[in-house]
């Protein structure tokens, strides 16, 4: 693995989560050196993969094309996402697709700070598929299970250990020790299959 | 061939018929010995002659005879945990490599359902030729460590008897799950160098080492699979590419001949499959995984003890 740079694992979160991770960084000075979003439960996330339910496209370039899309999780939380002349293939598919339609997207995390001084998260997608409510059902549960075994980990390190991991120090001092926002949107989007579960058994 | 391998290989012969025949160990050694001795024949041959002579006398088949090659336990490749034992195998011939001294006849990997072992036969040995694919029952062979791993040694008493069954080798394969997060270039409809031994991958119709050169066709996948924690680069062939696309090497070439582009065709397979889930087993190679069989993840999941989980923490 040494003369091959490691992929970034594309990290499962949800959009709760994901638009609170305003916090960035890299890990060294290098130009191209790669930028990390921090999320809250204490993991770097330089990639995510995430499914969800496409409910609005629209093109906000000015003088190129410039798509803007809106993917909701099972809680009605909304990923943003921006696709322009650099992600062809994402951006025709945001032009062509019609919502609502489930799409698995991967991309990148990216923040921008609006004139307010407000930082508003989104995606950078590299790849977006139209997908069936099978595949989305399997992601809700993924990230579900993703999630928790974040906010495991933040809740049993201690921030006063010497050896605690660094992002979740990271995350402490940037968010506070407050996660249980995130357990919340974990519980609610399970409730959610367990209630079409329900529904589609009636 | 000495008198003491003689002595071995009468005395299994002996211990193999003393439920059915009573026979005489130096008997044994004795027809053994004219036929090595006078006549030349290779201590295996001799005893498979004199074993069937013995066979006849009981009037018994071959495949009634018990005891293996003289009461060695039979053992699977996995199991060989141990240097100095004597055992049987049973096993196909995966790899024959070159010798690099005269004293070795054969150097190879042997395999079965279990794992692979790598074998050795002495050129002293006198033992007829393994050919590479073939499978075979070898009896009495010792077993073997070198630095923490185990081999096995043919030997002058070793038999080998070829099988009519092959015998199926297990791989150190493993089954990776997770979302197909991206398809690498040099996917989808390529061309490989026809020269031999080469299959190259050629990039604007050359080949890095024979130049350019008029391309074979051929399909693949170099696909990365990420369950959230871990990425693994898998490798679809060209008949894991039709079986996960359903596109054949034929179609992909009428794809690619109407748009006169080969590109059309990794576009066409990345809609399909892209940010899906597929579970994918096959052996590792270097960083890659081969895939041998996959599967598209389309079953409900259970949310129910997560969702316990969730709640309680």
């Known amino acids: 693995m040494a003369t091959t740079p490691t992929r970034e694992v594309a990290r499962r979160v949800f959009a709760r989560e ?5 916090y960035t960084f890299k890990e060294s000075d290098d130009d191209r050196a790669p930028v990390y979003v921090l999320l809250p439960t204490g993991q770097r996330a330089n990639r995510v993969f995430l499914v969800g339910t496409l409910t609005e496209t ?13 993917v ?5 939380d909304t990923f943003f996402m921006y696709a ?16 609502p339609a489930y799409v698995s997207v991967v991309g990148k995390p990216r923040t921008y700070e609006t004139d307010e001084g407000d930082v508003n998260v989104s995606v ?14 399997r992601w809700v549960v993924e990230a579900a299970e993703r999630t928790l075994e974040r906010i495991r980990r933040f809740n049993e390190a201690d921030p006063e250990d010497p050896d605690i991991d660094e992002y979740i120090q990271m995350a402490h001092e940037e968010y506070g020790d407050d996660v249980e926002p995130y357990r919340q949107s974990v519980v609610g989007a399970l409730e959610s299959m367990e209630d079409a579960a329900e529904a589609s058994a009636d | 061939m000495s008198e003491t391998d003689l002595r071995t290989h009468a005395e299994e012969i002996h211990e193999q018929f003393t439920d059915q025949l009573d026979i005489d160990v130096d008997d044994v050694e004795e027809r053994l010995d004219t036929l090595v001795n006078e006549y030349k024949v290779p201590a295996s041959e001799a005893r498979r002659s004199v074993v069937n002579t013995y066979l006849d006398e009981a009037g018994m088949e071959r495949d009634q005879l018990g005891g293996g090659g003289g009461g060695n336990e039979q053992v699977d490749l996995a199991d060989v945990d141990a240097p100095e034992e004597w055992v049987d195998v049973r096993a196909t011939v995966v790899e024959l490599w070159d010798p690099r001294a005269d004293a070795v006849a054969q150097v190879g990997l042997l395999g079965d359902e279990t794992g692979t072992i790598k ?13 590479e694919g073939k499978s075979y029952s070898l009896r009495n062979v010792v077993t073997d460590e070198y630095q923490g791993r185990f081999s096995v040694k043919l030997n002058r008493t070793t038999t080998i008897e070829e099988l009519d069954e092959e015998i199926e080798v297990g791989d150190d394969s493993v089954e990776v799950e997770g979302a197909l997060v991206d398809i690498q270039s040099g996917s989808g409809l390529i061309k490989r160098c026809p020269e031999e031994e080469c299959t190259r991958v050629l990039q ?13 066709f051929d399909l693949r996948i170099k696909g990365v699979l990420d369950d959230g924690q871990e990425v693994t680069e898998v490798i679809f062939d060209e008949e894991a590419t039709e079986k996960l696309t359903g596109i054949t090497l034929e179609e992909a070439k ?6 006169l582009d080969t590109t059309v065709v990794a576009d066409e397979m990345r809609a399909d499959i892209l940010g899906r889930y597929y579970r994918v087993t096959g052996p590792t190679f270097g960083r890659y995984v081969l895939a041998d069989d996959q599967e598209r993840l389309t079953g409900t999941v259970d949310a129910d003890e997560l969702l316990i989980k969730a709640r309680s923490i």
């Open chain 1, 58 to 70: 629209e093109d906000v370039g000015e003088d190129s094309e410039y798509w803007q899309g809106r």
């Open chain 1, 84 to 99: 322009g002349q650099y992600q062809p293939d994402a951006a025709s598919m945001l032009r062509e697709l019609e919502p």
């Open chain 2, 204 to 216: 604007n119709g050359r080949c890095s080492e024979h130049g350019e050169v008029e391309g074979e």
């Open chain 2, 254 to 259: 009428e794809m690619a001949m109407d748009a």
């Open chain 1, 72 to 76: 909701v999780d099972p809680n009605g």
């Open chain 1, 18 to 22: 994901f638009n609170d991770a305003s």
């Open chain 2, 119 to 131: 074998f050795t036969k002495w050129s002293k040995s006198d033992l007829p030729e393994l050919e």
């Open chain 1, 124 to 137: 950078r997608p590299e790849s977006i598929s139209q997908v069936d409510e099978a595949t989305r059902d």
